[in-house]
Each structure stands twice: as structure tokens, then as C-alpha cells.
């Protein structure tokens, strides 16, 4: 039986280990910028090439679970496989933008996995630093919480 590629998007989804909130890990990122074929990008790091990077690559996101629950998402520009001491990684290179999403409780794993587009949860707005903190809409924890509920 043939092997059946699809270049639909897929997306990965993966724990932001030791990120407080969506503005940690955006300055976590903004300090590992770098170009990348005439864009700006930035990177995450993993110790596998996904094997499905033609849907990653054609519309794919990664969302990133922050304290258990997924919180934004960023746009795949490419994948590079570097050598290191502790042997081979990939270098997950990702659009620098990051998108919040309707936060969505998720649990705790190592690496990452494949997230199906049908339940990824929908976008909300762009995430502007400069506009965090003086932010008036309600914190993403609590949101969740009243969604979880059925209350919104």
C-alpha cells in the first residue's frame, strides 16, 4: 500500500518549559533573532526533524502550552538540523509574531506532538508587547477558567 503525503496544514503542539506568560516568551524569542532566507525569524530547538514538515511548512503552526494550557501560536518559516555536542537538534524556525488564542487547558508532555487543525483553538489578536501590560482585557487564565465553565 502506498505511503499517502498531504501538504495540508498540520501544526505541533509543545510545552514552553519555564515560560511565566505569553510576554516571557516573547522576550525569551525576541533575544534569538536572526535572518532567515531575507526574514526575520526566530527559534525553538527539539531533538527531532518532524517527518511531516511539507504540511508544517504549507500554513502550519506551533501552539505553546503555558502554565497547562495553550495560550499562542506561531507561524513555521523552516526547519534547520544543527550538530552539538549533545548530539543532533532541530531548529524549529518560526515566524517572530506571535498570535494569542483562546486559551485551552492542555497536559503536560515531553518533546512535542502533531495537533490536528479541527481542534486547535481560534485565534484572537496579535500579541503587542507594548500593549500587555496596560492590557484591559480579561487575563487569559481566568477567561479559560470561565470557558471551561460554560460561562463564556
Same mark, same amino acid.
Given at each position: 500500500?502506498?505511503?499517502?503525503? #498531504?501538504?495540508?496544514?498540520?501544526?505541533?503542539?509543545? @510545552?514552553?518549559?519555564?515560560?511565566? $506568560?505569553?510576554?516571557?516568551?516573547?522576550?525569551?524569542?525576541? #533575544?534569538?533573532?536572526?535572518?532567515?532566507?531575507?526574514?526575520?525569524?526566530?527559534?525553538?530547538?527539539?531533538?527531532?526533524?518532524?517527518?511531516?514538515?511539507?504540511?508544517?511548512?504549507?500554513?502550519?503552526?506551533?501552539?505553546?502550552?503555558?502554565?497547562?494550557?495553550?495560550?499562542?501560536?506561531?507561524?513555521?518559516?523552516?526547519?534547520?538540523?544543527?550538530?552539538?555536542?549533545?548530539? =543532533?537538534?532541530?531548529?524549529?524556525?518560526?515566524?517572530? +509574531?506571535?498570535?494569542?488564542? +483562546?486559551?485551552? =487547558?492542555?497536559?503536560a508532555?515531553?518533546?512535542?506532538?502533531? @495537533? $490536528? =487543525?479541527?481542534?486547535?483553538?481560534?485565534?484572537?489578536?496579535?500579541?503587542?508587547?507594548?500593549?500587555?501590560?496596560? $492590557?484591559?482585557?480579561? =487575563?487569559?487564565?481566568? +477567561?479559560?477558567? @470561565?470557558?471551561? +465553565?460554560?460561562?463564556?
Amino acid at each position: 500500500m502506498a505511503k499517502i503525503i #498531504s501538504n495540508d496544514p498540520i501544526h505541533l503542539i509543545k @510545552l514552553a518549559v519555564g515560560v511565566d $506568560d505569553v510576554g516571557h516568551l516573547h522576550a525569551l524569542q525576541s #533575544s534569538r533573532l536572526f535572518d532567515f532566507d531575507g526574514a526575520l525569524a526566530t527559534c525553538a530547538w527539539t531533538r527531532r526533524k518532524p517527518t511531516r514538515d511539507g504540511g508544517l511548512l504549507n500554513g502550519g503552526s506551533i501552539y505553546w502550552i503555558i502554565k497547562g494550557r495553550i495560550q499562542a501560536r506561531q507561524a513555521f518559516l523552516g526547519f534547520e538540523m544543527e550538530d552539538t555536542d549533545e548530539g =543532533p537538534y532541530c531548529r524549529l524556525v518560526l515566524d517572530p +509574531a506571535l498570535m494569542l488564542v +483562546a486559551a485551552m =487547558p492542555h497536559r503536560a508532555f515531553q518533546g512535542w506532538r502533531y @495537533l $490536528d =487543525p479541527a481542534k486547535a483553538p481560534p485565534d484572537l489578536r496579535f500579541f503587542d508587547p507594548d500593549l500587555a501590560a496596560e $492590557d484591559d482585557e480579561m =487575563p487569559a487564565d481566568l +477567561a479559560a477558567q @470561565l470557558r471551561d +465553565a460554560g460561562l463564556i
